[in-house]
């Protein structure tokens, strides 16, 4: 059972930066495509970032290209998602997932296969 739990979100201003973290319990974390996506109330999820098993290749949302960067240490088994020039629109519940390959680097959430429980982030003006 692959599981994945999130931490580092919080109410920040607009401007301000915030650093997502998530903690992958597998053995094989090196297989994994790791993503991010993100949901307002409302809303459909939204792809945010993703990077391939070797950090080699990543992928943005047109929405956070440029201010979300997307990274992974393979021997801590983690992936983090730094985020800058936070706008009130990036208000949402964050979920980091996952999905084995070696492949593609996927930005469709029903291509993961695994999901965290999420975390809020929340950007007042």
């Known amino acids: 059972q692959v599981q994945l739990v999130e931490s580092g979100g919080g109410l920040v201003q607009a401007g301000d930066s915030l650093r997502l973290n998530c903690v992958v319990s597998?053995?094989?974390?090196?297989?994994?495509?790791m993503g991010w996506f993100r949901q307002a109330p409302g809303k459909e999820r939204e792809f945010v970032a993703a990077?391939?098993?070797?950090?080699?290749?990543?992928k943005y949302g047109d929405s956070t290209k440029g201010r979300f960067t997307i990274s992974r240490d393979n021997a801590k088994n983690t992936v983090a998602l730094q985020m800058n020039s936070l706008k009130p629109e990036d208000t949402a519940v964050y979920y980091c997932?996952?999905?084995?390959?070696?492949?593609?680097?996927?930005?469709?959430?029903?291509?993961?296969?695994?999901w965290g429980q999420g975390t809020q982030v929340t950007i007042s003006s």
């Open positions: 997932a996952a999905y084995a390959s070696r492949v593609s680097v996927s930005v469709t959430p029903t291509q993961y296969t695994y």
């Open positions: 990077i391939n098993w070797s950090g080699g290749v990543t």
């Open positions: 597998t053995r094989s974390f090196g297989t994994y495509v």
